[in-house]
């Protein structure tokens, strides 16, 4: 991380449209006499996308951010401005610690919740609550257990938030299929706390294809691995996440302050 910081740096350094000097912005702001249109941006960038999206300045000085798009998926990369560096890496602001080019591609690629079928889902928490945020769990992931905890902290913090918990058991786990198919079975989410304190889980009694559904809804929103959390605002927020972090990404009143660094 900190070497892709330290490279950006060096590239704003040795970039000629930087210095200080009559001939270019030394005198004013930079973005005055720079300019890059999506035309330009696409040929620079060639077969490398599929296309670009648009085009806007950086908040780090000196760079362009180019929303592109690839495989269906959008990307942010970064063009200089002599047009002669591509930067595609994480982006680290020090005042804070944010991973600025990890928001954007979270922000480039929000998913709309209508479209997410959550029939099957479990509810966690209140179904009163304003706040509905979509989980795609696996009751033999780890992390996912460790989420379920949180999650429960986030309910009984915040009772205007709540989890609509859906079933994407992944092949590495051999039994999380059955245990899915036990829990989409009797709509039980004491199975599924069962499951992730390590306790038997009675085989399926029924016959059904929800587990197969449920996989698919979570792979037409690009859902790859365990857990994954898709916020209200349709964000896509894959890992395991701590019950404070989840009350700011959900904007809960309720929220504690950021730490500061």
């Not at 009559?22 to 040929?43: K, T």
């Not at 929303?67 to 680290?92: H, W």
């Not at 691995?225 to 904007?251: C, E, H, M, Q």
Request: proline fraction near 8%; charge should be negative.
């Amino acid at each position: 991380m900190r070497f892709l910081i330290v490279s950006v740096f060096f590239l704003m350094l040795a970039s000629p449209v930087l210095a200080m000097s009559p001939e270019g912005c030394g005198a004013g702001e930079c973005r005055d006499c720079h300019s890059m249109n999506l035309q330009e941006a696409s040929a620079l960038l060639g077969q490398a996308v599929d296309r670009v999206v648009a085009v806007d300045f950086s908040e780090v000085p000196g760079l362009w951010v180019v929303e592109t798009e690839k495989g269906g998926r959008k990307f942010p990369l970064y063009i200089d401005f002599s047009k002669q560096y591509l930067v595609a890496g994480n982006i680290v602001r020090l005042t804070d610690n944010q991973n600025i080019t990890q928001n954007r591609l979270v922000d480039l690629n929000r998913v709309d919740t209508k479209a997410i079928p959550t029939g099957d889902a479990l509810l966690l928490g209140r179904k009163e609550a304003k706040r509905k945020v979509i989980v795609f769990t696996d009751p033999e992931c780890p992390y996912c257990r460790k989420l379920h905890d949180e999650m429960k902290d986030v309910v009984a913090r915040d009772p205007d938030t709540a989890f609509l918990i859906k079933m994407f058991p992944l092949k590495m786990h051999p039994k999380a299929h059955d245990i899915a198919k036990t829990i989409l079975c009797t709509r039980s989410i004491e199975h599924l706390n069962d499951a992730f304190a390590g306790k038997a889980v009675p085989p399926p009694l029924c016959n059904t294809d929800a587990v197969e559904k449920s996989l698919a809804d979570g792979e037409a929103v690009g859902v790859r691995s365990t857990p994954t959390i898709i916020l209200p605002d349709g964000r896509v927020i894959p890992g395991f996440k701590k019950a404070d972090d989840i009350l700011r990404l959900v904007g809960s009143p309720l929220a504690p302050p950021p730490e500061e660094e």
